[in-house]
């Protein structure tokens, strides 16, 4: 079964640190995509990124950047220069087919990760 | 552009009530439609998803029910609350297939 592994419960880091944020998958299927979500303390999610299992060339977006090694089963996502406004909780997620849907798939979360940024 | 609402905010509900909580999605049509729950200071929980009208799956077994009686609301319904239900309750849409989920703000119930 699919299956999401964020094994970091909680990480306090300084203001201007570098953090990364692990996530592990397991899946069967030969196709499948992998998501990150923010959610700040307001609560709503937010989209992060999206990356097809095809596609393992790192992706960086301003202070965000990702790392994806289909080797490792690992979609690890690192904060440069973290700051206080990244504090939030980070799920990774893995999207999984539905059998007999008409081409639905389903998000199987990752249980999060909570980042603290200290000033 | 496309827009999630998603009410009440917050919710303070009695053992034993109804609820009854509501989400539309704006600007798309036949989106997929996502019930999602977060106990405190856990993961999501799926526990309904709709890829159509009045065509709903639930993901476990529990005290709420789903209805979509329209192409873009979505309904998650209780007869009687419990207090396991207290929760964050997150409604979601998404284009067909491996489509990012985009979420409402959220309801935070509190069962008492």
């Known amino acids: 079964a699919q299956k999401v592994t964020q094994a970091q419960t909680e990480i306090s880091v300084v203001e201007k640190e570098d953090v990364t944020l692990d996530c592990v998958y397991e899946t069967r299927d030969t196709t499948y995509y992998l998501f990150w979500y923010k959610q700040p303390p307001s609560g709503e999610l937010v989209f992060l990124i999206r990356?097809?299992?095809?596609?393992?060339q790192n992706e960086i977006s301003g202070r965000y950047s990702w790392n994806f090694q289909k080797s490792t089963s690992s979609f690890n996502f690192t904060i440069t220069a973290s700051q206080v406004v990244d504090s939030a909780v980070y799920f990774c997620?893995?999207?999984?087919?539905?059998?007999?849907?008409?081409?639905?798939?389903?998000?199987?979360f990752g249980a999060g990760t909570r980042l603290a940024v200290h000033p | 552009s496309q827009t999630i609402h998603q009410w009440p905010a917050t919710l303070v509900q009695p053992v034993g009530s109804p609820l009854s909580l509501e989400c539309t999605v704006e600007?798309?049509?036949?989106?997929?439609l996502y019930w999602y729950r977060q106990a405190a200071g856990r993961g999501l929980q799926l526990l309904f998803y709709?890829?159509?009208?009045?065509?709903i799956s639930s993901e476990v077994p529990q005290n709420l029910s789903a209805s979509r009686p329209q192409d873009r609301q979505f309904i998650l319904s209780s007869k009687k609350l419990l207090l396991s239900d207290s929760g964050f309750y997150l409604c979601?849409?998404?284009?067909?297939?491996?489509?990012?989920?985009?979420f409402g703000n959220g309801t935070r119930l509190t069962v008492t």
């Open positions: 600007g798309t049509s036949n989106p997929n």
């Open positions: 979601a849409w998404s284009d067909r297939g491996n489509s990012p989920l985009h």
């Open positions: 997620a893995l999207s999984e087919a539905v059998k007999n849907s008409g081409g639905y798939n389903k998000l199987i």
């Open positions: 990356r097809n299992s095809f596609d393992e």
């Open positions: 709709s890829i159509g009208i009045d065509q």
